[in-house]
C-alpha cells in the first residue's frame, strides 16, 4: 500500500525553466511534507518542507504548495539549474515520527 | 560537526548468509531510522531507535532486525539473507523523535549485494 506516490519517474526541462515535480498522498493524517534532493553515491539531503496547516512554503528558488483537498504537494524550482539534476523524493510524515517516501523522481536540467 | 557516518560502505554476501550494518549518528542525536531504498521501490522505512528502544517499525520481516546503543549508535542486522534483500541502506538521525518535526540527516547508505 503505497501511501505516497510519485507518478513521474523521470522529468527533463531546459536549463533557466521551471521544474516541477508531483507527489500524491492517500492519508489525511500526515502533519509534515518534505523534499528530498539525491546525487548518486549520497545519502538524500533535505530540501524543504511544509506543514499540513499551510499551502505554501518558499526558500530561495524552491517553493512547495500544498493541496490538501487533494491530497497534493508539488515542488517548484525556478530557475532550474543543472546542479539541481538528482533524484528527488517526496516523504509525509504523521506525528509518530516516521517518515514515508515516495519512490522518487529523477530530474534532469539540461544545460 | 560530522555528519551521519555508515560502515561498510559496500558489502557482497551470498543467500542465507547474515550482515550487520552499522551506523554513527551526528553528535546529540538520539534518534536513529533506517531505511532500504530499492529502484522503483523509493525509501522503506525499516524501523527507528530512541534512547536505545525501537519506536516504530516497518513491514519488514523479523529477519530484520536492529538496535541502538547508550552512545546512539545503531546497528541493523539482517539473518538468512536473499537475493531482493539487495539494496542501499541507508541510516538517518535527528535530535528527537516525534512531536514537532526534527529534521532527519542521512547517512552515504551501505550497498549491499547478495549473490
Known amino acids: 500500500d503505497q501511501q505516497v506516490k510519485q507518478n513521474s519517474p523521470s522529468l527533463s526541462v531546459q536549463e533557466g525553466r521551471i521544474s516541477i515535480l508531483n507527489c500524491d498522498y492517500t492519508n489525511s493524517m500526515f502533519d509534515y511534507f518534505l523534499w528530498y534532493k539525491k546525487y548518486p553515491a549520497e545519502g538524500p539531503t533535505f530540501l524543504i518542507s511544509?506543514?499540513?496547516?499551510?499551502d505554501k512554503n518558499e526558500d530561495g528558488r524552491f517553493t512547495v504548495f500544498l493541496n490538501k483537498s487533494a491530497k497534493h504537494l508539488s515542488l517548484h524550482i525556478v530557475p532550474s539549474q543543472p546542479g539541481d539534476s538528482a533524484v528527488y523524493f517526496c516523504a509525509a510524515r504523521r506525528n509518530t515520527g516516521k517518515l514515508i517516501f515516495g519512490q522518487g523522481t529523477t530530474l534532469q536540467v539540461k544545460p | 560537526k560530522a555528519g551521519v557516518t555508515q560502515t561498510p560502505r559496500y558489502l557482497i554476501k551470498t543467500r542465507g548468509q547474515q550482515v550487520t550494518l552499522s551506523c554513527s549518528p551526528i553528535?546529540?542525536?538520539?534518534?536513529v531510522s533506517w531505511y532500504q531504498q530499492t529502484p522503483g521501490q523509493g525509501l522503506q522505512f525499516l524501523f527507528e531507535?530512541?534512547?536505545?528502544?525501537?519506536?516504530n517499525k516497518g513491514n519488514f520481516p523479523g529477519r530484520f532486525s536492529g538496535r541502538q546503543f547508550s552512545n546512539s549508535r545503531s546497528e541493523m542486522n539482517v539473518s538468512t539473507l536473499e537475493l531482493g534483500d539487495s539494496a542501499l541502506y541507508l541510516c538517518?538521525?535527528?535530535?528527537?523523535?516525534?512531536?514537532?518535526?526534527?529534521?532527519?540527516?542521512f547517512g552515504p547508505g551501505t550497498r549491499l549485494t547478495v549473490l
Open positions: 531507535y530512541f534512547s536505545e528502544t525501537q519506536r
Open positions: 538517518a538521525s535527528s535530535l528527537s523523535t516525534g512531536g514537532s518535526y526534527n529534521e532527519q540527516f
Open positions: 511544509i506543514s499540513s496547516i499551510k
Open positions: 553528535s546529540g542525536h538520539r534518534s
